[in-house]
Nanobody
Framework: DVQLQASGGGLVQAGGSLRLSCAASGFTFSDYNIGWFRQASGAARDRVSCISPSAIGISYYADSVNGRFTISRDNAKNTVNLQMNSLKPEDTAVYYC??????????????????????WGKGTLVTVSS
């Protein structure tokens, strides 16, 4: 069975840092783009960041997190990490990881869209207090 498990959420003060992890199993992890979305209470789900397979070597960041968040992958551990620094109250949301095939949708501003995701994990809550 395909599984994507997000972890690392929690409560942090504004300006602080958190590191989210997405552990994957049940598919060929190294062949897939992995992305992070987030959904604040009462809002639509927004894309945050994605990373392509290592052979392609691309990452994408939404404007709202560019320069503060860093995405990385460890194919040996089937894990993608999202290092979140300089957190703001507006970063408060449930964060979801998802996997999608680069042959169908690219990890880019055009390709990283909800309907392009093949697999979704359950979310992890990030709360940033002011």
């Amino acid at each position: 069975d395909v599984q994507l498990q997000a972890s690392g959420g929690g409560l942090v003060q504004a300006g602080g840092s958190l590191r989210l992890s997405c552990a994957a199993s049940g598919f060929t992890f190294s062949d897939y783009n992995i992305g992070w979305f987030r959904q604040a209470s009462g809002a639509a789900r927004d894309r945050v960041s994605c990373i392509s397979p290592s052979a392609i070597g691309i990452s994408y960041y939404a404007d709202s997190v560019n320069g503060r968040f860093t995405i990385s992958r460890d194919n040996a551990k089937n894990t993608v990490n999202l290092q979140m620094n300089s957190l703001k109250p507006e970063d408060t949301a449930v964060y979801y990881c998802a996997a999608f095939r680069p042959s169908e949708y690219a990890c880019s501003g055009y390709g990283f869209i909800e309907r392009g995701m093949d697999y979704w994990g359950k979310g992890t809550l990030v709360t940033v207090s002011s």
